[in-house]
């Protein structure tokens, strides 16, 4: 700086920050331009791994250096000629990465030795439960476990005396008990699992009852104080809370509950990167515990499917001191999880306008994804910059979304091109005796199959903004039907659906045994019932219709996108109108995530399925072109317009 003004570089280091509302300022925006001048090329989801900036704010600082055309627009990006003076006019154009090759940064390697622990947790995690997003669970890696056995090794924790994990989603307790089985020795005299999922906790009852190592498993709601046996009995502990200060603070009492008194017990303590202000919290609730820090990692823990924070966390090695005490004497009542923090509105700036939306629960748009896809409510246009949370308080009352006729008359879904309703048309696939699609809506699980030429559609702008305000309206239409999450015991009947599925899509090549596609179920259940929904009667749990979406990450931009993968619905009164709840249900499910797209799949054929799209305001988006060469198909080409 000269005479108290900014440079040119550094003007747009200020620019660029103000534009996203970046909470790091100017030394974020200079951390990014670093990052790419160190990688050469580097995506999103790898300037957020560089820098410690979620993905979606490293991106929305990329997008901006891409408009002062200082990144390439190709994917992955890289600085150009412009972008390379700047980083020179900044002092920063001269490399000096000092980050270990072998280690990358985290201090750790997994010798040989260990490398078959590594396999064994791989298997053991694929055949394992799967996680709860809804519980802010994201699986770290196998190799992420058995660092954190080497970190407990390295730090005198382990071999020896008694280790405490609070919450093990992660399931160390494999890792301490698969690398002691191969090290043909105990490495811990006492392991306490306590964690309120009992499928997590009889998991690790059935690996572990064969190993080395005896871990005592108990279920128990962390929102309570650790039962009086566990108090006090543990040398070192290690926790991965739920990504919110709240959280932080909770599961780091109870570790408290459960060491030992006396400063020097170790206590490892896993976490999400997040802007200063927040991470200033969560320090401060670790000094508030009496807690020291004795050492950090960044990018130490890598996760599977956590795509907010770059796949990445930090690991901190904390020791109690002489005033450790716990901060939550009794029972918690408030927020814990992320979705329990969303009680706030944001306000996002049209940048083409300047126009202040609001964005969250109770406002016309419950995610930007939803706001972005329908446009500005001003202009029509955007994109759009995330300003500060609002008091609930302090906005107006965002105006209703209007309702098409059919929706505020109540009349029934508008009919196909053929004149047939959507449930009608759906049953003549069906022969009375078994459930009857309505259509395959998503691609066939990797390895089963592939189906003729799919109508792929994507939601229109404004599609799910205009329709999750009608969802009330369709319970009453189909009622007395309800929606719920599916369990274990309704694996049969979607079986059958499935199978169902298949045929309609695939006909001859259609895989329709159901113990098939039971099978399938049951792995896909055990990882994550997130997404399955089947519709039934309140007093009669048998499904009468079956819905999957699952939830994705574009890996270039860090947008979260949604996939219909099945739906289906048995020949029942209010046919159409289950299915339209069922859709309705998936579409909620996909804007509780803040997914920017909702995608799905059917047979060009299949009008009925069609038809529920457009109902829901999705537009044909792609086109599956097939030339068939086996002798005897009928046809030598199969050319599908989407």
Known sequence: MTGGRDSEAESVLREVAEAVTLQEGPPGVRSVLRAMRQLTTASTK???????LPVPIAAAVGNELRRRGLFTRERPSRLTPSGLALVAELGM??????????????????????????????????????????????RCTPETKV??????????????????????????????????????????????????????LGYIREVTADLAVSVETVQHDLREPLPERLRGQ????????????????????????????GPANSVFFSFGAKNPNEMLEVQQEILNLGLVVNGFIRNFNEYEGSGTLGGTGFLQHLLTTSATQSSVGGSYQGPLYTRDKRSRQREYECVACGARVPVGPGARWSSVGALRAEGCPTCG?????????????????????????????????????????????????????????????????????????????????????????EQALLAVRSGPYVTRTAGEADLDAVADFEAEIARVSFGNAAVDNPQRHRARLARAM??????????????DATPVGWLWMTVNQNTMTGDRYANFRSLAVAPVESRSEVAELLVAAGLEFAAERDVVEVVG????????????????????????????LTEGSGRDDDLADG
């Open 46 to 52: 790898e300037l957020s791994r560089s820098t410690g």
């Open 93 to 138: 154009d001269l490399s000096l990465d000092a980050t270990c090759a072998e280690c990358d940064g985290r201090e750790l390697v997994i010798p040989p030795t260990l490398s078959e622990a590594v396999e064994r947790l791989t298997k053991l995690m694929e055949a394992g439960p799967g996680a709860d997003m809804s519980l802010d669970q994201s």
């Open 147 to 200: 660092r954190r056995v080497l970190a407990l090794a390295r730090a005198g924790v382990l071999p020896g005396g008694s280790l405490l994990l609070v919450g093990d989603d992660d399931m160390v307790s494999l890792a301490v008990a698969v690398v002691s089985d191969l090290l043909g020795t105990p490495l811990v005299q006492r392991l306490t699992v306590v964690d309120i999922s009992e499928e997590i």
């Open 234 to 261: 543990h040398d070192a502990a290690m926790t991965d809370p739920p990504y919110t200060a709240e959280g932080a603070r909770l599961f780091l009492s109870r570790v408290v509950e459960g060491l030992r008194p």
């Open 381 to 469: 246009r955007g994109p759009f910059r995330p300003r500060q949370l609002v008091s609930m308080a302090e906005l107006p009352e965002p105006p209703a979304p209007a309702r098409p006729p059919e929706a505020a008359s109540g009349a029934p879904a508008p009919s196909d091109p053929a004149g047939s309703r959507l449930g009608e048309a759906s049953a003549s696939v069906g022969d009375g005796s078994r459930p009857a699609a309505v259509g395959q809506v998503g691609p066939a699980a990797p390895g089963e199959q592939d189906g003729p030429a799919p109508d792929a559609g994507r939601l229109a702008p404004g599609g799910a903004a205009r329709r999750l305000p």
């Open 526 to 539: 055990r990882k994550s019932r997130e997404g399955m929904l089947v519709a039934c009667l309140p007093e």
């Open 601 to 628: 799949k059917t047979h060009i054929g299949n009008v009925s399925m069609r038809t529920l799209y457009r109902k829901f305001g999705f537009e044909a988006a792609h086109m599956t072109m097939k030339l068939r």
